[in-house]
Every structure is written in C-alpha cells, then in structure tokens.
C-alpha cells in the first residue's frame, strides 16, 4: 500500500511511464437521485430502464447497495475519493474536498490512463470517462398509474404519485443517456476492455414515511444503484452482499490492477468479482445531516438496521427481511434488545476504525 504522503509527492511522468497494455478503460457512470428500491434488478421496478436492464445481465450486480451519505455532494466525494465525507470534508451539499484528499481520476491519470468526455477522436488507452447522466424528463408517466410502495400515508398518496411520476420519468431519460454511452463503447470496439461502473449518488423518499427528499436513514434514501461490467474477466452475477459507495474506488483499482493509497476506507470487492476469496465486509456504514443538530449514523448488519442520533442514542432499529418498508421500529421493543446492544456495539466499532468523532 502507497502511503498517502508518498503519493501525493509522486512524480506524474515516471508512474504514468509504467506499461500501459492489458489495462481496461474504466467509464463511471453516475445517475443522480435513482433510488435503489427502483432498481431494474428489483425484480419489482415500475421504471421503463431498458438498458440498464440489459446491462445488468452481464454486469455483477449489488442489490444491497448503500450511499456513504444520502446527500448528493457528500456521496459523490465518497465515490470519487473511497473516503467518508466526515473525513473527506465534504459535509454538505456545495462543499469542498480537503486540499488533501486523492480521487479516482488523479489515481488513474497517475497511473498513464488519460481523462476523456466521449469517445470522439479515438482516444488513447487506457482511458477514463466519467458520466453524470442528466435528469432531463422523458416522456411524462401517468401519476393515476403509479403504484406506490405501502409506506407513503395516506394523506401524501396525490403528492406522492406526481413526485414519482417526475423521478421515473427522469430515470427512464437517464436510462436512453445511458444506452448511448453503451453505444459508444460498442462502436469504438472497446466494450470487452472497458470496465464500466454503473452508481447513484443518494436516493429519495418521495412520499415514503409521509416525507420529501433525501438525508434520511430510511432505505428510500440511502438504498443506490452499484453495478460493474467487465466482460474480460468477468460474468453476470447478483451478490447478497451489502456494499458501499466507498467501496467503488478500491474495487476499480483492484480490478485495474493497481496499488491502493493509504487511508482508504472502503472495502476492494475485485477477489469476489473474479470468482476468487476475500476479507467480506460484516457491515455498512452510514451517516447523514453532518455538522447539524439532525446528524445521525447507521449500521447494516445481515437483515438488521440500526439508527443513532448525533449524541450515538438509538433511535431506530429495524429487521429489513420481515419488514423491508421499514414500518415497524423495534428500537424500544424490549425482545429486541439482545439485538439492539450488538448492533450498537458494531456501529462504535466502525465509529472507532472509520476515525468518525465529530459526536458520540
């Protein structure tokens, strides 16, 4: 492992020098505000993705996937650098990454690949193409034809349907912007050596427990879309288990062969994506509102789910295998204490080694 002040000191040239054959072109692609309980993958998606669908069928798939953050700023510097953002700086929405921090582009430049916008031109491999799709509408979907999940009240059923009908239409429009950058890979003849990475940067709620937006610790939130194509060494599957935005980095890397920099938080999944053995992570971490009085944190362990407020009081517990609409909280259920207690236990265990003392 590079340490971290090695790193950044690096010459560019003499580490770009290093043999560039057999490296695959890496294209991020990051969807904003596609929420993973809409995923093609879901088996129960009311969102028209024809091409992720297809995508899906040869990518490896991450049904469980969690934001670091459900905010859009704070997860996507999550993403970029495999860092949380209470390390990373980026608290808020509009803020901006510690001096610093590595991102995955500085990562790959440094090791020869060459930053592009598109395909035109031929570009030189390796190659490094990041995409934030645009939520332009598609064509509207009918609000009287949305079938809303069980836990939008009744009161917030009209609200809700137009919202959805809005995000389903802007999913469907991310979906063709999507297909188009598949298209390119195609035409350039590179799809076979281009490791694409398919994320969301946050979820919404969008009527779910009678609430708008996002920053929640419901599953509406934080809940993404994660899924790697990388037909050279790799086959369709579908994984049960539960992954992080954070984790993207140290995967690509992985998976491009390269050595991981000090300080990274996030877990590399490469050994599993290549049929072999590794470390698998035992939880997820979470964590939202940071730098208010509303911060909380979260742990997901197997089923379970486990909420705390900024002062680390426990303010929702809930088992997604019996109850995945998160309707009943178990925290005050005396039964559940047994489980509470241990799930705490992990949550400061992953408060400790993720160097996460803003509060306890």
Same mark, same amino acid.
């Given at each position: ?17 290093? !043999? ?18 809409? +995923? ?13 669908? &297809?995508?899906?069928?040869?990518? !490896? ?12 700023? #704070? ?50 491999? #390796? ?10 509408? *598609? ?5 009287? $034809? ?6 939008? #009240?009744?009161?917030?059923?009209? &609200? ?8 389903? +239409? ?20 590179? +799809? ?24 929640? *610790? ?8 994660? !899924?790697?194509?990388?037909?050279? =060494?790799?086959?369709?599957? +579908? ?12 995967? =690509? ?5 390269? #050595? ?32 208010? &009085? ?10 379970? $789910? ?6 680390? !009081?426990?303010?929702? @517990? ?24 241990? @799930?705490?236990?992990?949550? /400061?265990?992953? /408060? ?9």
């Amino acid at each position: 492992m590079i340490p971290r002040r090695a790193f950044l000191a690096a010459p560019l040239i003499p580490l770009a020098m290093r !043999a560039a054959e057999n490296k695959p072109n890496v294209a991020l692609v990051i969807a904003p505000g596609w929420r993973g309980v809409d +995923a093609p993958w879901s088996g129960d998606s009311p969102v028209a993705a024809p091409n992720l669908s &297809k995508f899906a069928e040869g990518a !490896a798939v991450f049904p469980r996937a969690y934001a670091c953050d459900p905010a859009t700023d #704070p997860a996507r510097s999550g993403i970029l650098t495999g860092r949380y953002p209470h390390v990373n700086g980026v608290l808020t929405d509009g803020g901006a990454l510690r001096a610093e921090e590595v991102t995955l582009d500085a990562v790959l430049k440094l090791a020869g690949y060459s930053a592009v916008d598109s395909l035109e031109g031929a570009p030189r491999a #390796p190659f490094f193409w990041k995409v934030t799709l645009e939520a332009s509408r *598609a064509a509207p979907v009918d609000p009287a $034809k949305i079938r809303l999940r069980d836990n939008v #009240p009744k009161d917030f059923e009209d &609200k809700a349907r137009k919202a959805l009908a809005a995000r389903y +239409a802007d999913c469907t429009a991310m979906d063709a912007q999507f297909g188009k950058v598949l298209s390119a890979l195609d035409r350039a003849g590179v +799809a076979n050596d281009t490791m694409v990475v398919f994320t969301s940067d946050r979820g919404e709620q969008l009527g779910s427990h009678g609430l708008e937006g996002a920053g929640v *610790a419901y599953e509406e939130s934080t809940r993404i879309l994660f !899924a790697i194509r990388f037909p050279r =060494v790799m086959s369709g599957s +579908a994984s049960d288990m539960a992954a992080s935005q954070v984790d993207i980095l140290p995967t =690509v890397l992985g998976l491009c062969g390269e #050595p991981m920099f000090e300080g990274i938080q996030g877990h590399d999944l490469s050994p599993f994506l290549m049929g072999g053995t590794g470390e698998r992570p035992e939880s997820v971490y979470v964590e939202g509102k940071l730098d208010t &009085k509303e911060e909380w944190r979260m742990v997901v362990v197997g089923s379970d $789910k486990l909420v705390v407020d900024a002062e680390g !009081a426990v303010t929702q @517990l809930f088992n997604l295998a019996s109850d995945p609409l998160e309707k009943k909280n178990l925290a005050s259920d005396a039964p559940a204490q047994l489980r509470r207690d241990s @799930l705490l236990a992990v949550l /400061r265990a992953r /408060r400790s080694g993720l160097l996460d003392f803003r509060r306890r």
